[in-house]
């Protein structure tokens, strides 16, 4: 069975003396679950998995339960350590209190029980990690499998990763494409609205944010002002409300909103969002049109080819400390700003064999970035740029 980078990551954790609990994040159907259990098997450990997915909201009763259940089997397989793994943690409430408390009590005793949670919802999980356990965690982001990985495991190619995207849960789909949709937008999309928004965040106009979601992936790779989107949205309300909704389907690992780069954090917070998928499955999915039709579309698909550099960056800069941006001024523009200690690395892209520079040599000379990079037939080559890691170009 193929197994991500992240699998070595917590094997080695599992493995130091216990310290840390650790959680691992990322958005839904991306292997979390498959990959703690492929640790905790093969490293032969005596282990519990449970999951919150199908206990009532609130119940935190039921995670005393399962941690109490943990030390009693760690007392009778005279095991020297036992992992507790728990799925689905944000869907407890006030988790975050209960497992401070079962934790530290066993810090005090000397019980080897070592933890690790997994939850598909960043924010809730950040929420709670940052309220009351401070100190006492390691975060592991998993993200969308990127192109290396699709085709190792499915032997993708290039136009299949760009249309088809990365869910391995699909993959089996992709030669009966209207199947393929249909389970992209019952099991993919639907799913993670519903159960890791609307089920856990108040949300005063569940509709207004799917057709948010909607119309960001239709202009994915576009840059729209919260105005314009009020004025394509029914009940939009107010441009607050609209930010605040595209933030929760970011935190999902659905859609994103990347900022304008600026010299200072007022103008980036305050500039018109690009629209960026987290992954292209999400654009294609939703499209009345298939991949025969838009790959003859150049326009179009040089739409999709930006959005799939784009969701390889967004997903890299989740996981690696980086911040992503896009820069315009006036006429001139530049896909994506990539900044990580100070140094920036600005990347145009171009699918169609059209060179343009202007706006690198515009962005120089303003704030000479560390490297500047052409992404398509004139620079590097796309299915090379979607296998490299993004850290490295620094």
Not at 229 to 255: F, K, P, W
Not at 269 to 281: G, I, L
Not at 316 to 326: D, E, G, I, K, V
Request: hydrophobic fraction near 40%; aromatic fraction near 10%; charge should be positive.
């Amino acid at each position: 069975m193929f197994q991500r980078v992240h699998y070595q990551t917590l094997a080695n954790r599992l493995q130091e003396p216990r310290r840390f609990i650790q959680v691992i994040t990322g958005p839904r159907q991306v292997g979390k679950t498959t990959m703690v259990n492929q640790v905790a098997a093969n490293l032969k450990v005596a282990h519990l998995f449970v999951s919150a997915d199908s206990v009532a909201l609130g119940n935190s009763v039921w995670l005393q339960q399962q941690w109490e259940y943990a030390r009693i089997k760690l007392k009778q397989e005279t095991a020297l350590e036992y992992v507790l793994i728990i799925d689905e943690i944000q869907k407890i409430d006030q988790w975050s209190e209960t497992i401070k408390l079962m934790w530290d009590e066993d810090t005090r005793t000397g019980l080897n029980i070592k933890l690790v949670l997994l939850g598909s919802s960043r924010l809730l999980i950040q929420q709670g990690l940052t309220e009351s356990l401070a100190g006492r965690f390691e975060v592991i982001y998993m993200g969308h499998w990127n192109f290396s990985e699709m085709q190792k495991s499915f032997n993708y190619s290039l136009d299949d990763f760009i249309w088809f995207g990365g869910y391995p849960g699909s993959a089996a789909f992709i030669h009966e494409e209207n199947r393929w949709k249909e389970y992209m937008i019952h099991s993919i999309i639907e799913s993670s609205i519903s159960r890791d928004i609307l089920m856990l965040t108040r949300i005063d106009k569940p509709a207004l944010m799917k057709q948010l979601f909607e119309l960001g992936c239709l202009y994915s790779g576009q840059i729209l002002s919260y105005t314009k989107m009020i004025g394509q949205l029914q009940d939009a309300g107010n441009t607050t409300t609209l930010s605040h909704y595209l933030q929760l389907l970011h935190t999902a690992g659905l859609l994103g909103g990347i900022e304008k780069f600026a010299g200072d954090i007022i103008r980036k917070r305050s500039s018109s969002p690009k629209f960026q998928v987290h992954n292209t499955a999400l654009m294609s999915a939703q499209m009345g049109r298939h991949k025969k039709q838009v790959l003859s579309d150049k326009a179009a698909w040089g739409r999709m080819v930006e959005s799939a550099v784009g969701a390889h960056l967004l997903n890299s800069s989740l996981s690696r400390n980086m911040n992503l941006y896009y820069w315009r001024e006036n006429i001139l523009e530049v896909d994506f700003i990539l900044e990580k200690n100070n140094e920036l690395i600005a990347i145009e892209v171009k699918s169609n064999g059209v060179a343009e520079f202007r706006g690198l040599e515009a962005f120089k000379k303003m704030y000479g970035p560390k490297k500047m990079i052409l992404v398509g037939e004139k620079g590097i080559p796309v299915h090379e740029f979607l296998q490299l890691n993004p850290n490295d170009l620094f």
